[in-house]
């Protein structure tokens, strides 16, 4: 009987580790922000945001550099996806992770006159769910250097669960090509990894 009780005592202790450490684990979460001010630059070349950038992969989008027309909201970069559509997703590794969307800046950039801008906006939650946004950014006319500022703007707790986010532009005013690129600056989301 003692035997047998020796052999069964480790299994119960490493059944009750395992229950404890499953009964006290819990996601993290991880809020960032990215401001791109610390990614290489070189006029007049392709710059792709890196793979993983702040935990996010970008297609489309890449570094460029403040040009004395608007300003990012902070520091001299920002990225852009030039031609206007670009998508921001969470690598598939670490498996299940998602990111919840909170806040950025941004600007439709297709010179001066320039039409009001409808940026869309849709995201892929884990589930399966698409939601969607549109957002607007008004009219440029002519005005002095430094007129011109980016938006900004914050999302709801629907955007929570997210593996990925796409963008476009279109004119607001009849949906034609805007011929123009998306800019976005100061991107804050959470990134959720479960355990």
């Not at 003692?2 to 395992?18: C, D, H, Q, R, V």
């Not at 849709?122 to 005005?143: C, H, Q, V, Y």
Request: with cysteine; charged share 15%; proline share 9%.
């Amino acid at each position: 009987m003692l035997a047998s009780f020796a052999t069964i005592l480790p299994l119960i202790s490493l059944s009750i580790a395992a229950l404890t450490v499953a009964d006290t684990c819990k996601p993290t979460k991880e809020t960032k922000i990215a401001k791109y001010d610390d990614l290489p630059f070189t006029e007049g070349n392709f710059n792709p945001i890196p793979p993983h950038y702040y935990g996010l992969s970008y297609f489309t989008f890449q570094v460029d550099q403040y040009d004395f027309w608007i300003p990012p909201t902070s520091g001299n970069q920002w990225t852009m996806a030039f031609g206007g559509s670009g998508n921001i997703s969470i690598p598939d590794s670490p498996p299940n992770q998602t990111f919840e969307l909170d806040s950025f800046s941004f600007a439709c950039v297709s010179g001066v006159p320039q039409p009001e801008c409808a940026i869309g906006i849709w995201g892929r939650k884990a589930n399966g769910t698409i939601i969607e946004r549109t957002l607007k950014f008004p009219e440029l006319g002519p005005a002095p250097v430094g007129a011109y500022i980016m938006n900004k703007t914050r999302f709801s707790w629907e955007w929570k669960g997210l593996r990925s986010l796409g963008f476009s532009i279109a004119r607001a005013d009849n949906g034609g090509d805007m011929f123009g690129g998306l800019a976005l600056d100061d991107v804050r989301y959470t990134i959720t990894t479960p355990c």
